[in-house]
């Protein structure tokens, strides 16, 4: 029997049980939020907002305000019916008590409570409870304000009633334990994507967030009528659809529901959001194999019934997907997730239910839009050529080359280590830089690959250019994983792939190239943590024979007032131009010594937010672009022109 099994069966009897049960999230606080890192901080909010969302997929909640307080505590509050406040018979206790110190305790066990539900495991409410230095919840229900407040899972007040009141609804305010996190610190702008995203998938529900820390109060007040047609318009906005409608599907079956939206834009990538219950499935899952397999059959068959698609000429998944915005929501009772994290869906028969809404819907709008059905079509198409084209570059260059040899590239300098975990790979820009690093390298285990020129931008460009590119081929080679649909990161030769680049504004350009290549031909590099951006240092500072290096304007400040000493003694300050001018002894003590270095990982917490980011800096508008850089330019103080 577990833990949690026997304290739901015996709370009431010994109380201390329960402390016990939430004791084990103190203990193992990732099983039930993903990490204690800045991700499962914010995973603090979503748990207590998707109780809300319940209220909302009930029919009960019409607003959710979400308030960052000065100090980082949270406030959460909605106007549903309340938590239940009478006495939950099992237990003997208050049901309100009982959601917040009983693991898998809720009304989402036994059918009663939610028809569906976000918070799968019952588990939200408490978990955050455990999880918090304090916690204090009222609810407004049968006329009186209820309060409860606890510290770490332990109840420091009892149920109380602290007034009257003609509202509904529940409030709750919460302080993040610093003994469980490693931040405390909210970034407004995660939580903003996130209750934006609430607000596209609950059509109608209004989300307000505020963050009250600064001395300018943000908010936000987002409700869409249109629901996840306007999200797709709005995941569009710094793309150009191809089709002026967004394509809108939805469908039940018995308890479950499926709505799709479905938007083309002349870009290649394939951009896809899917959701089971408001909550996000960044793995997929059957609703979106569902709509895969249903999109490319409807695709096909129209084409050939209409003579677009000759013979056996058929196009892939991957040719129907490219240059797509995708919205897939779907509402079960019953939703299988894999772990607390959901991130993806398991249940079969949703497969079934969106797969069928696909195929008679889309099919008959192709049948009413014929403009639409052929522009679409004629994407695919275009895209299944420029595959072959890729494949055909791609063997072309494999002979040449003698890629699957294993030949490397001219510009690489390889190290001694055959073990790639062992192994990291320096991609230098100019042949100076990585002439001091190729000399000041450890060569055990640090390879060095020289870049020159700017390299091909390629958001705005397939794959068939990308294989024959002089700039990024070397890369695609070293690296040895492959690209797209072919990258495998068994193959990679490297497990750090370290971009070492000018602290200047070329550096970050150089930086933002290869990112942006990485992003869309060799994901999993990022989402597996293999790449890291290298710290040059900016300045050196000299006294005497000392000499010493700082990374940032504030330690160039602390390190010049250490050296002057009370005697203020000269400091000679310099800024490094480039990596260039540093000696290889120079690069090697700053720059590259895994003892002293500072790297930088790069990571894909939020895939949309780097897609969006990516789009307005590398796309084909110039307008987003501008008000990017016009929005952001008080951020770029002490740039050397």
């Not at 915005?325 to 939703?335: M, Q």
Request: charged share 30%; with cysteine; glycine share 10%.
């Amino acid at each position: 029997m577990s833990d949690e099994t026997k304290v739901t069966q015996e709370y009431g009897a010994e109380q201390i049980q329960v402390l016990e049960g939430l004791e084990a999230v103190r203990k193992r606080p990732g099983m039930y939020i993903g990490s204690t890192s800045s991700s499962g901080l914010h995973h603090l909010v979503y748990e207590i907002v998707d109780n809300a969302i319940d209220e909302a997929l009930a029919g009960y909640c019409k607003h959710i305000t979400v308030t960052i307080n000065p100090g980082d505590s949270i406030t959460v509050t909605d106007d549903g019916r309340g938590i239940p406040v009478d006495i939950q018979p099992q237990t003997g206790r208050p049901a309100l008590e009982v959601v917040y110190t009983v693991l898998h305790a809720g009304g989402k066990f036994g059918g009663g409570g939610y028809k569906v539900s976000g918070g799968l495991h019952g588990v939200g409410a408490s978990v955050v409870n455990a999880l918090s230095q304090w916690l204090r919840v009222r609810v407004h229900k049968n006329g009186n304000i209820y309060e409860m407040k606890f510290a770490r899972g332990a109840i420091t007040q009892e149920m109380t009633i602290v007034g009257k009141t003609e509202k509904t609804g529940t409030e709750v305010t919460f302080q993040p334990d610093p003994e469980m996190f490693d931040t405390l610190v909210y970034d407004y702008e995660v939580l903003h994507e996130r209750m934006r995203e609430e607000a596209f998938l609950n059509a109608g529900l209004s989300i307000q967030i505020t963050d009250d820390r600064g001395e300018e109060q943000l908010t936000d007040t987002m409700c869409y009528e249109g629901g996840i047609r306007e999200f797709a318009v709005w995941c569009n906005k710094n793309k150009t659809p191809i089709h002026e409608d967004v394509i809108y599907m939805s469908g039940t079956k018995g308890d479950a529901s499926a709505e799709i939206a479905i938007q083309y834009n002349d870009g290649y990538q394939e951009f896809m959001l899917s959701f089971a219950n408001d909550v996000r499935t960044p793995e997929g899952g059957m609703h979106e194999t569902g709509f895969k397999t249903a999109l490319t059959r409807v695709l096909n068959a129209y084409g050939t019934k209409n003579g677009i698609i000759k013979g056996d000429d058929k196009v892939s998944g991957e040719d129907c997907r490219e240059g797509i915005t995708a919205i897939i929501s779907v509402k079960l009772t019953d939703a299988q997730f894999e772990g607390q994290t959901k991130a993806k869906l398991g249940n079969a028969y949703i497969r079934t239910l969106v797969d069928q809404i696909v195929s008679d819907q889309l099919a008959t709008y192709f049948e009413e839009h014929p403009q639409t059905a052929k522009i679409v079509l004629e994407k695919a198409m275009m895209a299944n050529r420029a595959r072959e084209a890729a494949r055909k570059a791609r063997d072309s260059i494999r002979r040449k080359t003698g890629l699957e040899s294993g030949q490397m590239p001219d510009k690489l300098q390889d190290c001694n280590e055959r073990d790639p975990s062992l192994c990291e790979i320096y991609i230098v820009e100019g042949d100076s830089a990585a002439g001091s690093a190729i000399q000041g390298r450890d060569s055990r285990f640090q390879a060095i690959l020289a870049m020159w020129g700017k390299m091909l931008n390629v958001e705005k460009a397939r794959a068939d250019k990308i294989y024959g590119n002089d700039k990024l081929y070397p890369l695609i080679v070293a690296l040895g994983a492959g690209i797209g649909e072919e990258f495998d990161l068994a193959k990679l030769r490297y497990h750090k792939v370290i971009i070492m680049a000018d602290a200047d504004v070329d550096g970050a350009h150089i930086r933002t190239l290869l990112l942006t290549f990485f992003f869309r031909y060799m994901r999993p590099l990022i989402e597996n943590g293999h790449v890291y951006s290298a710290v040059p240092p900016l300045y050196k500072l000299k006294r005497g024979k000392t000499e010493r290096v700082a990374y940032s304007d504030e330690q160039r400040d602390a390190v010049s007032a250490e050296l002057r000493g009370e005697s203020n003694a000269k400091v000679d300050i310099s800024r490094f131009k480039g990596l260039g001018e540093m000696d290889p002894h120079e690069l090697w003590d700053t720059t590259m010594d895994p003892e002293k270095r500072s790297l930088r990982r790069i990571t894909l917490d939020d895939a949309r937010r780097a897609d969006e980011i990516f789009t307005v800096l590398m796309g084909e508008q110039v307008e987003p672009r501008k008000e990017w850089i016009e929005r952001n330019a008080k951020y770029a103080i002490n740039i050397d022109i």
